[in-house]
């Protein structure tokens, strides 16, 4: 016997069969135990949804002896006919290959004579949008006044290209894409009839291919079946179909949540060596972080077009991500995969967008902005209780930046001895009064957690770097102009080569103080300083006292700035 591919096989008999399209199919089956039969059905809808099978349906139900419930037997006679395409009096017309107006005439002839023994004589026209202008007008008053024993039944992928004659003279019925649960469901009962092993995640990927056509979904399974045999599984299937492989845009994730550039170069050159294409990978990921967006806004996965399995990962990725983040990174992918098309080396500008995803710079809500200020009001009342916050209409004492009274805002700045590096002095180079006053101020000092040694946050002043470049390569490109000085009463001195410096890094302090103390764990206030100038850039660096003044002159060379 000659084989028969899956669609045709298992092709839809009665109304009950057909997936996904009940609206079409309830109103047709009871249009027919009314009576209530039209002379011009038009039905539109993407391909392979069953808009031609629904029309061989419905051309056995209404010539059919043995109707039920506006179901045809299928088992007669006159059933088989038509179902093996025998039938005289059921003609289909292929609209594309029959469209001009000579073969709308011969059509026009053959509907004067009366069907051979059926009750009525079906005209089935595919592709109908595919005729001439001049087709359409010659169906016109044919399609308008049809004998009692015709019916036509047009359909088309293309709606809009049909004439508004020609649509007002028929009843029309719009087929939707056919979901992909129900696309799963249906490969699932063919699966177990024809005894072919499949897995779940297969399944998924076959529907999302058929992309709503039940047809191409299952032409898809016939292919992936010749190549599997009779077991199916998932690994096969994305080799079968050259699909990317979905753990790739999950690792991809994971190296934008941990910012690792060289992982996501690595990836890149991953989907080149494996022959992806860039377009289709971005493409994948798109999908990836739209179905995270979907989580992310929904708190649920039912949303998503994915297995079980799949869905609750993307419960829980979700969760590690901002909603206007995704937004961002759903967006400078739709863009790459536009401006791709256009660039002379696709590889490099894939290479450049991997790069921008794992370093975008993670979005702040306001709501957090606020916790954050409250936070350091509290500890700054926990400090000082008898500091008070300033409301419209009422006094406050001036911020201080949550330091301790004697703090350099209103004590001298001085440096210690031993905490300016590379000085080359030795025990007693300060005067003593300089040495009399950093003692007492060093025994003021207050630290959060633990007191840190202004050696020990230069030694690992390149650990601080590496940590703020992996959270935020903006400030990274700042703070690597910079070096520390020295540290006053829990003060961090850092010196910068010029004011632009200053003026471009002073936005991110408060992001800094916090980067030290959670790397460095110091608990320290940042200020800036030119090197080689005794001059500071903020209020603190108003009370420099003398000695400090003469000290920096003798080491650097420093001179006054009026």
């Known amino acids: ?51 031609t099978t629904t029309a061989r349906i419905l051309a056995k139900a209404i010539n059919c002896p043995n109707v039920k419930d506006g179901e045809p037997c299928n088992d007669c006679d006159v059933c088989r006919e038509i179902t093996e395409g025998r039938s005289l009096d059921v003609i289909e017309i292929d609209g594309a290959s029959n469209r001009g107006i000579d073969e709308i005439r011969d059509l026009r002839e053959s509907v004067r004579y009366a069907p051979s023994h059926l009750r009525y004589k079906v005209y089935i026209i595919d592709e109908v949008h595919m005729l001439t202008k001049e087709a359409f007008n010659a169906l016109l008053k044919t399609l308008e006044e049809p004998p009692e024993y015709a019916l036509f039944i047009l359909a088309t992928t293309e709606p809009h290209k049909v004439l508004p004659t020609i649509l007002t003279r028929c009843q029309r019925f719009d087929f939707k894409r056919i979901e992909i649960d129900k696309i799963i469901e249906r490969l699932r009962f063919i699966a177990k009839q024809e005894k072919i092993s499949v897995d779940e995640e297969s399944l998924v990927t076959i529907a999302k291919k058929g992309d709503g056509s039940m047809r191409d979904a299952l032409s898809i399974f016939d292919q992936v079946a010749a190549f599997c045999g009779g077991d199916i599984k998932h690994e096969v299937v994305v080799s079968a179909l050259s699909l990317v492989d979905s753990e790739l845009f999950f690792k991809m994730t994971d190296l934008i949540e941990t910012n690792d550039s060289k992982g996501a170069v690595e990836l890149a050159a991953q989907v080149i060596e494996r022959g992806y294409d860039a377009i289709d990978f971005l493409a994948g990921l798109s999908e990836h972080l739209r179905n995270l967006l979907i989580v992310a806004t929904t708190g649920i996965a039912d949303l998503v077009e994915a297995s079980a399995e799949y869905r609750k990962r993307y419960v829980e990725i979700a969760a590690k991500f901002d909603k206007m983040d995704l937004l961002r990174l759903l967006k400078l992918t739709s863009e790459a995969m536009q401006q791709i098309k ?3 080396q696709p590889r490099i500008k894939f290479e450049m967008t991997l790069l921008q995803l794992v370093n975008m710079e993670r979005a702040v809500r306001i709501q957090d902005l606020m916790m954050q200020v409250d936070e350091l009001k509290k500890k700054l009342n926990e400090h000082d209780p008898g500091q008070r916050q300033s409301f419209p209409g009422g006094t406050a004492k001036p911020d201080n930046g949550g330091l301790p009274d004697d703090s350099p805002r209103k004590s001298a700045a001085v440096l210690t001895q031993n905490k300016l ?45 590496l940590a703020v470049r992996k959270e935020r390569i903006g400030v990274w490109s ?51 300083i030119i090197n080689n100038s005794e001059e500071r850039t903020g209020e603190p660096g108003a009370g420099v006292d003398d000695s400090l003044v003469q000290f920096l002159k003798d080491e650097f060379g420093a001179e006054p700035i009026d």
Do not use: C
Request: proline share 5%; aromatic share 8%; charged share 20%.
């Open 1 to 51: 016997m000659t084989y028969l591919v899956t669609a045709r096989k298992w092709r839809p008999m009665r109304f009950d069969e057909v997936t996904a399209q009940e609206l079409v199919t309830v109103t047709m089956k009871n249009a027919i135990v009314q009576n209530r039969i039209a002379h011009a059905y038009l039905f539109s809808g993407p391909s392979g949804v069953g808009k």
């Open 478 to 528: 700042q703070l690597i102009n910079l070096k520390p000085l020295g540290t006053r009463n829990g003060w961090l001195l850092l010196g910068a080569p010029n004011e632009v410096v200053i003026g471009m890094t002073k936005p991110y302090k408060t992001y800094i103080q916090d980067a030290i103390h959670r790397v460095l764990g110091a608990r320290v206030a940042v200020d800036f």
């Open 421 to 465: 590096p590379n000085a080359g002095r030795q025990a007693g180079k300060l005067p003593d009064d300089a040495s009399s006053q950093t003692r007492t101020s060093e025994s003021k000092a207050t630290y959060a957690t633990s007191e840190s040694s202004f050696q020990e946050i230069t030694v690992r002043w390149d650990e601080l770097l």
């Open 342 to 344: 256009y660039v002379s």
